[in-house]
């Protein structure tokens, strides 16, 4: 079992891990939840572990709702604005595509228009107070704020007006150009690395040869002690354990 000072491997094709507990503040439109967004290159799987709530979704295939509780397995791909509603006590193990991305930016909340700007996004999405120690007031204000846009882009579907949507992902785009060469890179280090690595391993026993099972191993890393103020709630992330490796001991 891989200990103290060895380092994790990459979790199985190199996904991203993270243990979310759906915010309960109240919303404007008498909803409880998270922040919806939508993420540009990776796709997204909840899996219920407790309570009850609903995913509400807005794509090119219309406002679509998809309740949740324990035991189901929702997922969604890129371009997929989503929004997790605690209906109760909602806990999900939510699994990313492309483990690293998320956190590299691949995600952009449905604010206003006005907000959607390289100048004004970062500011409108940042969590941390005045002296840079993340606060759940101003999780909550980006929350809103993220709220706000998504019913508006809703009102605008149901009037008919898809460009709306465009409109949003166009913005959405244009704020992430200036990362994509950095997500390239941790793809080709990780999910890609990962899928070259197994069809050698096919290649290597359609030869006869077997000596990589000889390198078998198991890990494990503890539910993560730190919180953080996640889009959709409080996540516990295994991700940036598993990078970091073991404390020394």
């Given at each position: 079992?891989?200990g103290a000072g060895d380092g994790y491997p990459d979790f199985p094709g190199s996904?991203?891990?993270?243990?979310?507990?759906?915010?309960?503040?109240?919303?404007?439109?008498?909803?409880?939840?998270?922040?919806?967004?939508?993420?540009?290159?990776?796709?997204?799987?909840?899996?219920?572990?407790?309570?009850?709530?609903?995913?509400?979704?807005?794509?090119?295939?219309?406002?679509?709702?998809?309740?949740?509780?324990?035991?189901?397995?929702?997922?969604?791909?890129?371009?997929?604005?989503?929004?997790?509603?605690?209906?109760?006590?909602?806990?999900?193990v939510v699994v990313m595509q492309n483990g690293g991305l998320p956190e590299a930016g691949?995600?952009?909340?449905?604010?206003?228009?006005?907000?959607?700007?390289?100048?004004?996004?970062?500011?409108?999405?940042?969590?941390?107070?005045?002296?840079?120690?993340?606060?759940?007031?101003?999780?909550?204000?980006?929350?809103?704020?993220?709220?706000?846009?998504?019913?508006?882009?809703?009102?605008?579907?149901?009037?008919?007006?898809?460009?709306?949507?465009?409109?949003?992902?166009?913005?959405?785009?244009?704020?992430?150009?200036?990362?994509?060469?950095?997500?390239?890179?941790?793809?080709?280090?990780?999910?890609?690395?990962?899928?070259?690595?197994?069809?050698?391993?096919?290649?290597?026993?359609?030869?006869?040869?077997?000596?990589?099972?000889?390198?078998?191993?198991?890990?494990?890393?503890?539910?993560?002690?730190?919180?953080?103020?996640?889009?959709?709630?409080?996540?516990?992330?295994?991700?940036?354990?598993?990078?970091?490796?073991?404390?020394?001991?």
């Open positions: 079992m891989t996904v991203g891990l993270s243990h979310l507990t759906a915010y309960p503040w109240p919303t404007a439109d008498d909803e409880h939840g998270g922040s919806p967004h939508l993420h540009l290159a990776c796709a997204e799987c909840y899996v219920v572990v407790g309570g009850r709530g609903r995913l509400v979704t807005l794509s090119p295939a219309g406002i679509q709702e998809s309740t949740l509780q324990a035991g189901d397995v929702v997922w969604f791909t890129p371009g997929t604005i989503h929004r997790a509603v605690n209906d109760g006590e909602l806990r999900v691949d995600a952009v909340m449905t604010f206003p228009a006005e907000h959607l700007t390289p100048g004004a996004y970062p500011a409108a999405a940042s969590v941390l107070d005045a002296r840079g120690r993340p606060d759940r007031n101003r999780a909550r204000a980006r929350r809103d704020l993220a709220v706000q846009g998504f019913l508006e882009l809703q009102r605008q579907w149901r009037q008919g007006n898809s460009g709306a949507l465009d409109d949003f992902y166009r913005a959405a785009a244009a704020l992430v150009r200036p990362r994509l060469e950095a997500w390239e890179k941790t793809v080709q280090e990780g999910a890609a690395a990962a899928a070259r690595t197994t069809l050698r391993q096919i290649d290597a026993l359609r030869a006869g040869d077997w000596a990589h099972l000889r390198h078998a191993e198991v890990s494990r890393i503890a539910e993560p002690p730190q919180q953080s103020l996640g889009m959709c709630g409080f996540l516990r992330a295994y991700d940036p354990i598993r990078r970091a490796g073991p404390p020394d001991t």
